[in-house]
């Protein structure tokens, strides 16, 4: 069974700070997902992985995907109050979309001036 | 290109009602996958339609249903509803489910069961 992990889960950080948070996964996938949730919405897509040592930058923010350490970062670079959001990374599984993304719980994150 | 739309956005229903959500994919799009998010168990996945077949299921009882039509869409069905249902539910188009795919998330609807 895939089992994503995201930590920290909870993040408190001021403007003008660097912080990154991380995504662990327990198998084997080439794929994986970025998303921001702000506070009831949908999903809006960030960045999407597709191989090892992939590294994808928007703006202050940027992902990167070891898949031989299974581990992804989303790394925030002079935080603005505007990436106030929660985080999700999200895992393909080997058999495609049609198992389903796997989450990981999210990564709350409050950016105070 | 049209994004994915849900239908209704939000719901009240007390418990032991059933509710019906509709979702129409992006044009062209023959996936639609269902997700529940709560705050307790955070994003699950509950089904993948395509081509009007399930093709997989989360780990979710039996209440929880859907079905797709020829034109894509796609409706999910909860019977006999509990407070735990509760949720945010996000549907997902994509081409085709497979593993490149990329998953286009509609702005979900909020379902509150009293």
């Known amino acids: 069974e895939l089992k994503v992990e995201q930590n920290p889960l909870f993040l408190s950080m001021q403007e003008g700070k660097n912080y990154t948070i991380y995504c662990n996964y327990s198998t084997t996938s080439d794929r994986l997902y970025w998303y921001r949730q702000d506070p009831g919405k949908s999903l809006e897509s960030l960045f999407v992985?597709?191989?090892?040592?992939a590294v994808k930058q928007e703006g202050r923010l940027m992902a990167s995907l070891d898949t031989k350490a299974r581990l992804s970062t989303l790394h925030i670079t002079a935080a603005v109050h505007d990436l106030s959001a929660t985080y999700f990374c999200?895992?393909?599984?080997?058999?495609?979309?049609?198992?389903?993304?796997?989450f990981g719980k999210g990564t709350h994150l409050i950016i105070q001036p | 290109k049209a994004g994915v739309t849900q239908t209704p956005r939000y719901l009240i229903k007390t418990r032991g009602q059933q509710v019906t959500l509709s979702c129409s994919p992006i044009s062209g799009h023959r996936s639609v996958s269902w997700y529940q998010q709560t705050p307790g168990q955070g994003l699950q996945f509950l089904f993948e339609y395509f081509s009007e077949t399930q093709r997989n299921k989360g780990n979710f009882p039996g209440r929880f249903s859907g079905r797709q039509f020829s034109n894509s869409r796609s409706e999910m069905n909860v019977s006999t509803l509990e407070l735990g249902d509760s949720a945010l539910y996000l549907c997902?188009?994509?081409?085709?489910?497979?593993?490149?795919?990329?998953?286009?998330f509609g702005p979900g609807t909020r379902l509150t069961v009293l």
């Open positions: 992985l597709l191989s090892n040592g």
């Open positions: 997902a188009s994509s081409s085709q489910g497979g593993p490149w795919d990329e998953q286009f």
């Open positions: 999200a895992v393909m599984p080997p058999g495609g979309g049609a198992d389903g993304l796997t």
